[in-house]
Structure formats: C-alpha cells, structure tokens
C-alpha cells in the first residue's frame, strides 16, 4: 500500500513536469515555424533565425548566404541572444525606491498575468518537503536513503530548469520566461529543506556537515541567481525562509535555525550584489529578521542569546555585501538627513545606504526587543555587547563610508535603553550576593560606564577624521558616556552599592575624559571653530554636577550647580564658546526647580539658617556674577536668561527670609495666614515675570515660557486673592491677627511685596502690549495702596481693632495726609524727569485728597481748626496750579529744546 502511495506521489509530481515539458514543445514548434517563414520572405532574416532558434537548429555561417549589405566574419560557434543577455556584469549603485505605489502596482500586475507560476514554483517546493515529511512519518525508507531521495529530487528540478535555460533562455521575450527559476527555485528549496531535515529531524549529520552542506546550496543557488531572472531568487529565498517552520518537528538545537537563515540571507544579498535588482536585497533581509523573530518567539532559551548576535551579524552583512567590499564606503546623503531636514532639494540616499540603514533600525530594534527586561544575565551582556559593537562597526569599520556614520545613534539608543531598562540584574545581584550566578555583578555598573567611554572615545576620534556629520558625532561622542551613567542613576542607584563617593568618582573620570576629548577637538579646530569643543566642555561640566548630585546635601547641591554656571559664563567669556549657553540654561532650570520643589520652599523654611543662605544665596550670588560675565560676552539671550534668574530668586530668597523671621519672632507658623499666603504669592509671581522676561528669547520654547508665566501669574494672584478675602484682617481681626509692631508687621509680606514684585516685574516686559502693562502696574498699585491703608488702620487701632465697620477722626485724617504725599512726591518726580503722565497722576492723588477733605474730613472739624485747615488748603491749591501751569509749559518746551 505505502509503495502505492509513493508511485501515486511521483505521478503527481511528474504531471506538472510533463505539461510544462508538452507546453515548451508546442512554443518551439511555433517559433521554428515562425523563422522558416521569415527566411523565405525577407532573405535578411537570417539574423532573426539565428537569435530565435534552438541552439542545434541556430544557422551557422556555413549555412546562411553572406549578407552583401551587413557582411560579417563568419562565426563557427553561436550562441543565443538569451545567454548574452544574462551574463552577470557589476553596475553601479542603485537608486531603486522598492517601496512604492508603481512598484506595488508593477507586482500586482505581475501576479495577475503569471500566478501560475508562482503556483507552480509553490508546489514543486512543497512537493519536496512533503516527500521528506511523508517518509519520515510512514518510515517507509531508512533514513540515508530518505535523504538521498529529497537530494536527487532536488537535483533533478535544478537539472531541468537549468536545461530549460540553457536550450531556451529565462528572459521576457523567450516563450519560457520564468519556467527555469520555477524549477531552479523549487529545486534549491528542496534542497536546503534536506539538509535540514538531515540534521534537526535524523540527526544524521553533525552541525559542521550541515554547515558545509547548507554553504554548497548555497552556493549553487548563487550562482543560479546570478545568470536567472529575479524569480528564481524571490522563490529560492522566501521558499528556503518557510521550509522549516513547515518542516516542524523538535530539536535540541533549534538555534542552529538561525546559521541557516543567515546563509539564506546572504545568498539573497550575494546574488542582488550583482544583479541590482533592490528587491531581492530587500525581501533577503525581511525574511530573514522576520524568520529569525518567528524561532525566538516559539523556541525558548537559549535562542534569544543566539538571535541578539544573528541580528548583529545580518546588520553587518548588509552593510557589506551590497557595496562589494570589505571596508564599506558608502558615499552621498545621509539617511537622517534626507528623512528630518526640512528643505526640500536634498537628494535621496543611494539603495545600499538606505538598506543599511533599515538593517541597522532593524537590528537594534530587535536586540532591545530580545533583552528587554530579562532576567537572564547572559543574555543581558550579550545583548550590550553586540550593540557596542555594532557601534564600533558603524563608526571604526565603516569609516569609509561617510554616508552610514549617522547610524551609530540607532545602536548606541537602545544600548542605553537596555541599560535602562534591566535594573532588576542589579538589585538581583544586590539581594543574592555572592551566591548569584554572576559574582562579577556588583561591578556592572563600572563595566557599563567602562563601554561607555569607550564608545564615546571612538565617536570623537570618527568626528576628528572629520566628514559631512562631524559635528552629529561630535554631539552623540560627548552624550553616549554621560547619557549611560545618568540611565543607572536613574534606574539602578549604583551609589547604595557602590557608596556614593565612588560612585561620584565614576561621573568625574567621564568628566575628565570629556575635558581630553575638549582638548583634541580646540587642537583640531583652532580659535575659530569652537563647537566640538563646546560639546564636550557641556558634557564635562554635566558630569561634574552629575558627581556633585550624588556627594553633596541639599544646600551644597544647589550651590554647586550654580557655580558651574558661574564655570560656564567664565568659559564662553575666555574662549568664545557660544554653546555655553545651552548649559546655563539647563543650570537655572535644574536651580530653579531645586529652589522652588525639591527640596523646595518648605525646606527652606525647616533647614538650618546656614543651610539656607548657602542654597539660595548662593544661587542669587552666582547668577548674578554669571550675569556680569555673559554681559561682557555680549550674549544678549544668556543675559536675559540670567537677569531674569538673578529676579526671580532673589524674589524668593527675600520671601523665604520673611517667612523664617516672622516665624521665629512670634513663634507663630500659620501656612493660613495673610502673610503664609502673600509669601507664596510672592515666589509664584517673581517666578511667573521671569518667564515672561524669558519671552523675548524667542525659539521652539517661547511658548512653553509664555503658557507657564502666565500659570505661575494666575497662581500668584489666586494666592493674593485669598490674602484679600478669606485672610485679610478687616474681616476677622483675631483669626488673622496682624503679627508685629506698627508700618513693620505682617502686611509688609502679605500684601506690599507681592505688590513690589509684580509692580518691578512689569516693569523691565518687554514682550506684552501697552494694555497689559497698564494691567499689571494697575493691580500693583491696588494692591499697594490696600497695604497703606490696612498699615494706617493697624497705626490707629492695633491688631484687635482692624475689623470693619468704624472709623476714627485720626485714622481719617492720616489718609489725607497720605495721598497728598503721595501726590506731592508723584508730582515732584514729573518735575525731575519731566513727565506728563507722572504730573497728571500726581494731580489725581492730590485731588482724591482734596474732595476727601471737603466731602468726609471738614464735618469733623471745628472753631479755628476748621478754618485755619481750609485757609492752608486753599494757598496750597494755589501754589500746586501754578507749579502745574509752569510745569505744563516747561514739559511742552523740553522736546523742542531737544530738536533745535
């Protein structure tokens, strides 16, 4: 019955064959007849029969009359026009775009008019894994002879359309186009698919027979692919790619699937070198990432630690074999460049790159995929070895090909990534100590900052070499070391193992790496290009804070930071390094949220005096001297940026000094308090001006200052606004009761310094309109004059009297006296600028005073007393109209002195 069943599967393997066999008789029939007829019509077709026919009916000299218009040499051996056409001959670089809409329309296309043979190219390569499959299921043969027959099958379908070729040709134009890569194609399948099963499924060869086995295939289905047409590689490789999971069955080396890919792979790679068909390079490389990620994804460990170094390998050899060199020199765009750049005229990278630069994508993807999160330490080291070196290929071996250097920063991210991403290794290491697997653990995070440095080290001397993206890789070089150590402060805290000293010592030798790697690039680039070198001064100096973070308290962190600011100022003044600015602006921001959040206000206001005065002191003191030097640098943006800062926290280190006196004074601490609340308005509202200030900068983050100057102003104001209502002392004198003696008490903080603060910080906007202006100085001044009268009723009635209603003649009065002070002193400023606008609201005040004294305060005098008051008043009016009439005129003569 099985010797039935196998005579039945050869018949139906043959039908195919014999169809197609009946099929190319009739087409050569047919073009026999054809040539005939045109020689004896046109004496001239000669030519035509000789590049048509058969290669034993093809004329020879001998036989075909010499053409008196077109004579030639006579020829005694012919060969067809089909074999000319397909002989392998290098070109150059191809621009092909493999993805996109007329080339997935071309396919369609393609597939509409010639299915069939990819039908039959399917099931003459299933009709060979079957076999195999079916003898090892029904044991109908020993196993050397179940190997053997899947050869010879395999053999004989390469035979035939080797043969087809040769008598025939695989071109459009033959009438057997296709026919031979069907065959050719099946025939490869079916043979890798042997030697598979020879070694996973019998175990009949060991791992080097089938190595050498599945390089013999693939060898032959290189050279077939360099004289086929692009079928027989599309059939050879996706069809190879499927054949194991087809296959199936259960190994106890399934990695050894992944050599097998790699070879599949770089078959497909090695024939397109040549051809340039773009295609096949591509299809090449998605079946093999994507067969790769099948078997780690189905088999367990240790194949993810075999597919890390597979994905590496393939990144490799897609740099390589595209080019045909083993120094890659890929030249033109790069692939970053062409992709993030905005201008639209840049041209598009060559194939070669392009493919690079998506195995490279790939590659690191999946290796960050693959190691993510493991527990496996192995697979760990495994997976930051081969992105280092990955790295170190792209920038070291890969040095001649300017146009792959950006790459690197694929393999260095998810270096860091996985870094990041495995802080279990190390806790895991901290709680099983020398009983872990890996003794050496607690020296991981040194290994990793080790590599680190040297990577960084290797960017920056491939930026001295110099070439189109010098400066990107001068960048990433200054950033890779630093960026790893911060990834494990972050997630691992080294410093609870190590000690935080030396822990530190690890940020300073970076630091003192990025101060060598400074000095080479100033060799480099001389006084005029300081870029590079500003790179790595940044990078120097974050390290420096980087160790300062870890070693110092709360108070010298701060102080610490502030004087690399204070570094960076003197080094852009001293060496023209323009870039420093970015690191100051990153130090206020890092000062800034330390003075406001962490530690923040409430520690401030808990920390010893010392303490204190070192953190924001300090802070206020080295902006303010970093001010002085970028103003002598003339940089105009980093002089905003600090003036702005030298506000906002001198603002709050005079808020937080209140704050602590008041309660150390009266031993009260009422975060509720009028006063509780004003400081706190105080601290929003410098914060919220000084990023308005910032405004004028411009660039990407104007928007982001102007949206959290505006949150910290609403802030500010909302904290105000409860000072005025639900704390202020007129409405319930003994729950908000005012602390100190009279004019210096707790109004100061809750009302008149806000009122300074927002007044000043209007004041130097820049950015806002007229309006907004008139806005802000006009709450300021509302503000102002509540804490005046608040002072005058708290003069007149204490503590316990603030509330309303009920008012005495003194309290009246003072008022009165108030405004025309006011006014007066108002006025007078309009006489020593000269200015209008300051003369008139000088008149304002003095006229609120004076309706106030002949509409509240005369029905509260009497006798002599009245009448003296308004007799003084009366004078005085008179006097003020005529120093306003001289002062009209002498401010309308001021501008015309000035044109004459």
Known sequence: MEALLVILAVLVAATPIA????????????????????????????ALIQATAPHDLAPTASHVPPDPENSVEPKTDTVTTAQVQTEPTPEAPS???????????????????????????LSLALAGIFLVIYSVEQGLLPPAVRITAA??????????????????????????????????????VTLFASVLAARLLYNFIGPEVALIGMAIVGALALILGWFYGPFLAAVGVIGAMIAPFIIGGASDTPSFLLLYFFIISAVGLSIDTLRRWAWVSVISLVAGFGAGTMLMLAAGWPVPLYFTMYCAVLAVIAIAIPVRKWMPDHTGTLLSLTVFSRETDIAWPEFPVRLAGGSVLTSSGLILFAALETTHVDLFWTAVAMLSLLTLAVLIWAREAPALVDLAILPAGALVA???????????SQDLGSDFQAPQMSLMASIVVTIGLLLSIAGAWRSLQNGPAQMFVALGAATLAPALAIAMEVFWHPADKLGTYAWALHAMIIGAVMVGMAERFAHADGPEHRERMSFAILSALAC????????????????????TIVAAAWLDRKFNLPLMSLYMLAGVVFVGYRLVIDPGKDWAIEAPLADMLLSHGGAVVAFAVSYVLVKAAQRQNAMILLESAVFSSLGILVSILLYRAIVSLSGVNDVDSHWAFGIGATIWIVLGMAQLHRVQIGGAFAMVRLGLGSLFVLLGGFLVLLAITVSNPLFDSYANLILGPKIFNTLIPAYLL????????????????????????????????????????HF??????????????????SYTVALLVIGAGVFYQSLARPNATLRKAGLVFIGLAVAKVFFLDISGLGGLIRIFSLLFLGLALAGLAWLNRWAAARTETA???KDE
């Open 19 to 46: 169809v197609v066999y009946l099929l190319i008789s009739n087409a050569n029939l047919k073009k026999r007849l054809t040539a005939l007829e045109t020689r004896l019509h046109d004496g001239k077709g000669a």
């Open 895 to 897: 501008p015309l002195a």
């Open 151 to 188: 050869f010879v099958f395999g053999g004989a379908l390469v035979a035939a359309g080797e043969y087809i070729r040769r008598r025939h040709g695989d071109d459009e134009s033959s009438s057997t186009a296709y026919l031979p890569s069907t065959f050719s194609g099946a025939g490869i």
């Open 418 to 428: 996985i870094v990041a991403s495995n802080a279990q290794l190390w806790q895991l």
């Open 544 to 563: 420096i804070a980087f160790a300062m973070i870890i070693m110092f308290s709360s108070s010298a962190l701060t102080t610490a930071i502030a004087l």
């Open 754 to 793: 806000p009122a300074l603060a927002l007044g000043a910080g209007t004041w130097h906007l820049r950015m806002i309109s007229k309006p907004q202006k008139m806005a802000f100085l006009g709450t300021a001044l509302a503000l102002g004059g509540l804490w005046l009268v608040l002072t005058i009723r």
């Open 796 to 813: 007149w009635r204490g503590a316990t009297g603030m509330e309303w209603p009920g008012m005495d003649q003194p309290e009246l009065y």
């Open 95 to 121: 621009q092909a775009v493999v993805f996109n809409a007329d080339n997935v329309q071309a396919l369609v296309t393609w597939l509409t008019k010639n299915w069939f043979y990819v039908a039959s190219a």
